[in-house]
């Protein structure tokens, strides 16, 4: 006898159940590659990482789409693997060497990064770990690293080729630099926080020293740098001294007032310092304009030697003050303004990041991002939502150079070597690179590669590049890539400009764009808000005092973990409870929208917990019913015995088609709710209770039916839930399969349930749903009557032919018997109305109550009907609204009229 627990326990079915899932290997593509591989490729999370909400809400969209089409039969592969995360990594290290007193300078480079691989060893994983709660069914046998031997040589690969066509060379370019790090840093890595400054307003005299104009900054410290002043050319307040010289104060020189159109003349005065060297937009204009840039800061930020000697080795804001200082007793400072500005921050050091000019390598990206832009034109690679194309085309069509080294240690070493003479030699190896030089003496470039020149490779040099493999056949192009909007650019693009230039193919087929994971009230998580929810403290619960102390920590800011103690108190005052990782996962798949926002309420993880044991129960009712089924008696297409039984398996094809056409579009929302629908209205609060009755009628013919039907149904609904909610589906299928006459080792490797429209039932469907609004309405009296429900007293019941739903309705509404009449008897019941039917318990009842309730209802069809009303004269709406949609509320009029007419009926028998 097969038995479930009473009670769903997520926690011990969800070890035991992936430890067998990854044992056995079923992560693996298995199906035939004759049908097609399916593959995606995880977006490498950082080696430093932990599972945010963001990994868990992407991990399991993806760990859907695998599963599905595993269970489609497909040669499934999710590709797993981890990012060497450059600066997040060495910092991580550099830190730990801090507390034990030592720094990676002195250590050397070979000896610190010999300490970083070792940590990587020990520490790099975790995130992996923490994806297998989750579910995520990788295949962690092909587990690649960014920096592993084959990885390591594709970048080699990549960036010799480059430089061999011309694509890769090295210049003096402004670039992001974070001081503090000492590196170049990529936009990404820079946050731009608005925060409270000022600005300064500062008088540059005149050439000829009789009379000035004022120019507004945020950035006094920089004036040192100065080249130009601009205006705007139509500015007519300007048009005079377009041409002209300033004295440039706190200096000796003098510069030029230019015209350019990037000047907004509301901004300010009008009037804009340009400082190529120091800033990007500035950049720009002085390449406009040819004017040789100056740079006054050194790489750790402090003043270098070609500013006047009074401010030479201060750090750039103490320089800031003392120019300030300067300029107010020259009278030079006209004015300062409370200003709120954005300042771009590093987001690993939180140091001001500054556009500084360096000698950095940087990759041509014109040529490459041509035929990029044709790969989406043409529909080779489709963006899901398709508003994505135009972000994607927009950063194309105006696309950069980029910037590829930086000032690290950890990463792929540029392979450049320099002879005596400062002559480069691109090589794959130092070998080569001594035959090229003719063997003089070399030394290696010292900076590394930008983690994102790693990860552009990421879609084939995981599959074996530059070498010509199986898997790089089978699966490039790739079927989807999910990913986040605010990756497009850094990433998104660069694999797509990258594997068409080296393979000749797009990376992959689609690219599903998914929103942020941000908190019930549509804010961004964050430490400093306090509401970062950690996926694991709501797989397995965390109480009030842990997490407390999780969040307020590291928190440097007293007043700050003072107020987020506060509201997590009062937010959680029992602490999280476990929802399991199921009950998440539903979570983020009915939350999946094509929106760019996404609001998790953690009230919705209950819900979808409610589901689960929902589900479960359902199961223990099956099987106490069908212990003695033999499997081998159902008999494949023959004619299903019982309108519930017709209408269940009608409702089970639509859908089947609904789920389907749900994934195909990435509607993950709309195939949650399909199923979530199908499984708690249909087949648990109506179908099982229907069941019921049908088994108690005695007729052995429809009992074996039914048994059937209610096992098969049940089997299916788990295979069709098995992508979003893996683990209880896979134990409860492991009960329910046998008798549903299905083999199998497991759910995983089920084939997916396809809906058959042969088997759609609409008689039957109508019948079940005239019978559901009978009985909704006769609930309804019964609650209006305030009936116990052990009392069971006739219904009266006046429509077409009732009798086909008597031993349903006496069975579900707990009627004494069901009588159809002509007209009711005049005891002034109260009489509800559900469709064509009117129905009437035989209850005594007070007049003036029965007349209150009547009106009651009358008032609520009349609103119902101006509403509908409102919606069918308004012509936006009937012009806009789907032919269907019109269509439906036109019907909804016509019901609620007909309700109108017979409610006013029953009111006018007790006169006025």
């Known amino acids: 006898m097969i038995e479930l627990a009473k009670s769903y326990s997520p926690d011990e079915i969800e070890t035991r159940w992936y430890s067998i899932w990854e044992d056995k290997g079923y992560f693996q593509p298995r199906g035939k590659p004759a049908e097609g591989g399916y593959c995606i490729m995880?977006?490498?999370?950082?080696?430093?990482?932990?599972?945010?909400?963001?990994?868990?809400?992407?991990?399991?969209?993806?760990?859907?789409?695998?599963?599905?089409?595993?269970?489609?039969?497909?040669?499934?592969?999710?590709?797993?693997?981890?990012?060497?995360?450059?600066?997040?990594?060495?910092?991580?290290?550099?830190?730990?060497?801090?507390?034990?007193?030592?720094?990676?300078?002195?250590?050397?480079?070979?000896?610190?990064?010999?300490?970083?691989?070792?940590?990587?060893?020990?520490?790099?994983?975790?995130?992996?770990?923490?994806?297998?709660?989750?579910?995520?069914?990788?295949?962690?046998?092909?587990?690649?690293?960014?920096?592993?031997?084959?990885?390591?040589?594709?970048?080699?690969?990549?960036?010799?080729?480059?430089?061999?066509?011309?694509?890769?060379?090295?210049?003096?370019?402004?670039?992001?630099?974070?001081?503090?790090?000492?590196?170049?840093?990529?936009?990404?890595?820079?946050?731009?926080?608005?925060?409270?400054g000022h600005m300064w307003f500062i008088r540059y005299p005149y050439e000829t020293g009789i009379g000035s104009i004022v120019v507004a900054t945020t950035r006094p410290e920089t004036m040192l740098g100065d080249v130009a002043v601009a205006v705007h050319p139509d500015d007519e307040r300007y048009q005079h001294l377009i041409g002209k010289k300033l004295r440039l104060p706190l200096t000796d020189r003098c510069i030029p007032v230019i015209a350019d159109s990037h000047v907004d003349p509301a901004f300010g005065t009008g009037c804009v310092k340009i400082t190529?060297?120091?800033?990007?937009?500035?950049?720009?204009?002085?390449?406009?304009?040819?004017?040789?840039?100056?740079?006054?800061?050194?790489?750790?930020?402090r003043i270098n030697e070609i500013a006047p000697p009074a401010y030479r080795g201060l750090d750039r804001f103490e320089a800031r003050k003392k120019i300030i200082t300067?300029?107010?007793?020259?009278?030079?400072?006209?004015?300062?303004?409370?200003?709120?500005?954005?300042?771009?921050?590093?987001?690993?050091?939180?140091?001001?990041?500054?556009?500084?000019?360096?000698?950095?390598?940087?990759?041509?990206?014109?040529?490459?991002?041509?035929?990029?832009?044709?790969?989406?034109?043409?529909?080779?690679?489709?963006?899901?939502?398709?508003?994505?194309?135009?972000?994607?085309?927009?950063?194309?069509?105006?696309?950069?150079?980029?910037?590829?080294?930086?000032?690290?240690w950890w990463g792929h070493r540029i392979p450049a070597w320099y002879d005596d003479e400062g002559h480069v030699y691109v090589a794959r190896t130092k070998d080569e690179a001594h035959l090229k030089a003719g063997n003089k003496a070399l030394h290696q470039d010292e900076d590394v590669l930008d983690t994102w020149f790693s990860s552009a490779l990421w879609p084939f040099s995981t599959l074996g590049w530059p070498d010509q493999t199986p898997e790089l056949e089978l699966f490039l192009p790739t079927s989807v890539l999910v990913t986040g909007f605010d990756i497009i650019f850094f990433w998104v693009a660069r694999m797509i400009m990258m594997s068409l230039h080296f393979t000749g193919k797009v990376p992959f087929k689609e690219v599903y764009v998914h929103g942020l994971v941000r908190d019930p009230h549509g804010q961004k998580m964050s430490k400093s808000k306090g509401n970062v929810l950690d996926p694991l403290d709501l797989i397995d619960g965390i109480e009030l005092e842990p997490l407390v102390k999780?969040?307020?920590?590291?928190?440097?800011?007293?007043?700050?973990?003072?107020?987020?103690?506060?509201?997590?108190?009062?937010?959680?005052p029992h602490g999280i409870p476990s929802f399991g990782t199921d009950a998440l996962r539903f979570t983020f798949a009915s939350l999946a929208t094509h929106g760019r926002d996404i609001k998790f309420d953690m009230q919705r993880c209950e819900g979808y917990r409610n589901f689960c044991n929902k589900l479960w129960n359902a199961t223990r009712f099956v099987l106490m019913n069908v212990q003695d089924l033999d499997p081998s008696s159902f008999l494949a297409g023959a004619k299903i015995q019982g309108v519930a039984n017709r209408y269940i398996v009608s409702?089970?094809?639509?859908?089947?088609?609904?789920?389907?056409?749900?994934?195909?579009?990435?509607?993950?929302?709309?195939?949650?709710?399909?199923?979530?629908?199908?499984?708690?209205?249909?087949?648990?609060?109506?179908?099982?209770?229907?069941?019921?009755?049908?088994?108690a009628r005695g007729n052995p013919?429809?009992?074996?039916?039914?048994?059937?039907?209610?096992?098969?149904?049940?089997?299916?609904?788990?295979?069709?839930?098995?992508?979003?909610?893996?683990?209880?589906?896979?134990?409860?299928?492991?009960?329910?399969?046998?008798?549903?006459?299905?083999?199998?080792?497991?759910?995983?490797?089920?084939?997916?349930?396809?809906?058959?429209?042969?088997?759609?039932?609409?008689?039957?469907?109508?019948?079940?749903?005239?019978?559901?609004?009978?009985?909704?309405?006769?609930?309804?009296?019964?609650?209006?009557?305030?009936?116990?429900?052990?009392?069971?007293v006739p219904l009266y019941i006046i429509g077409p032919n009732p009798e086909i739903h008597r031993d349903y309705l006496i069975g579900l509404c707990r009627l004494k018997e069901l009588r159809q009449v002509n007209?009711?008897?005049?005891?002034?019941?109260?009489?509800?109305?559900?469709?064509?039917?009117?129905?009437?318990?035989?209850?005594?009842?007070?007049?003036?109550?029965?007349?209150?309730?009547?009106?009651?209802?009358?008032?609520?069809?009349?609103?119902?009907?101006?509403?509908?009303?409102?919606?069918?004269?308004?012509?936006?709406?009937?012009e806009r609204a789907p032919a269907a949609v019109v269509a439906q509320e036109q019907e909804r009029l016509s019901g609620f009229l007909d309700s109108l007419e017979k409610l006013n009926q029953q009111i006018n028998r007790f006169g006025s």
């Open 42 to 196: 995880l977006p490498p999370p950082n080696i430093t990482g932990t599972l945010h909400m963001g990994h868990a809400f992407q991990d399991t969209l993806m760990d859907i789409l695998i599963r599905y089409h595993r269970m489609l039969g497909e040669a499934a592969l999710w590709q797993p693997g981890t990012d060497h995360a450059g600066i997040a990594t060495q910092i991580v290290v550099e830190r730990q060497l801090e507390r034990l007193g030592e720094n990676r300078n002195n250590l050397g480079r070979t000896e610190f990064l010999k300490r970083v691989w070792s940590w990587k060893e020990e520490s790099g994983s975790s995130i992996t770990r923490q994806m297998r709660r989750l579910g995520a069914s990788c295949d962690w046998s092909r587990e690649r690293f960014t920096m592993d031997e084959g990885l390591s040589r594709a970048v080699t690969e990549v960036f010799v080729k480059l430089y061999e066509q011309g694509l890769v060379y090295r210049g003096k370019r402004l670039v992001n630099w974070d001081p503090v790090l000492g590196t170049a840093v990529s936009d990404l890595e820079v946050a731009n926080e608005e925060e409270s």
């Open 276 to 301: 190529p060297a120091h800033d990007f937009n500035d950049y720009q204009i002085g390449l406009r304009h040819s004017l040789a840039p100056i740079t006054i800061l050194t790489l750790d930020a």
């Open 326 to 408: 300067d300029l107010e007793s020259l009278g030079l400072l006209a004015e300062i303004r409370p200003h709120t500005l954005k300042v771009p921050r590093g987001e690993r050091s939180g140091s001001v990041i500054e556009p500084m000019l360096t000698d950095q390598w940087f990759v041509t990206m014109q040529s490459l991002a041509d035929p990029a832009l044709n790969a989406v034109r043409k529909g080779d690679i489709r963006f899901v939502p398709e508003n994505w194309t135009t972000v994607y085309n927009q950063w194309l069509e105006n696309i950069q150079d980029w910037c590829i080294s930086r000032q690290l």
């Open 550 to 572: 999780k969040r307020t920590t590291q928190l440097m800011n007293p007043k700050m973990a003072t107020a987020i103690e506060r509201a997590t108190r009062k937010d959680y």
């Open 651 to 695: 409702r089970l094809q639509k859908t089947e088609a609904r789920v389907a056409q749900a994934f195909s579009e990435y509607r993950f929302d709309l195939a949650a709710r399909s199923i979530y629908e199908y499984v708690w209205d249909e087949y648990c609060d109506w179908y099982l209770e229907l069941v019921k009755v049908d088994l």
């Open 701 to 792: 013919v429809l009992s074996q039916a039914t048994r059937h039907t209610m096992v098969r149904v049940l089997e299916t609904v788990l295979r069709l839930a098995h992508p979003i909610i893996p683990f209880i589906t896979e134990e409860l299928w492991q009960c329910i399969a046998p008798f549903a006459g299905c083999t199998g080792t497991s759910i995983m490797l089920a084939r997916y349930p396809k809906t058959n429209p042969e088997r759609i039932d609409e008689e039957a469907e109508l019948q079940i749903e005239t019978f559901k609004h009978i009985a909704s309405e006769a609930r309804g009296l019964r609650a209006a009557m305030g009936l116990a429900p052990g009392v069971r």
């Open 823 to 878: 007209e009711f008897p005049s005891n002034d019941a109260p009489i509800a109305i559900a469709g064509d039917y009117q129905l009437m318990l035989e209850v005594p009842i007070n007049p003036e109550e029965e007349k209150e309730r009547l009106s009651r209802e009358i008032h609520r069809i009349q609103a119902e009907i101006r509403r509908a009303e409102g919606k069918l004269s308004n012509e936006k709406f009937m």
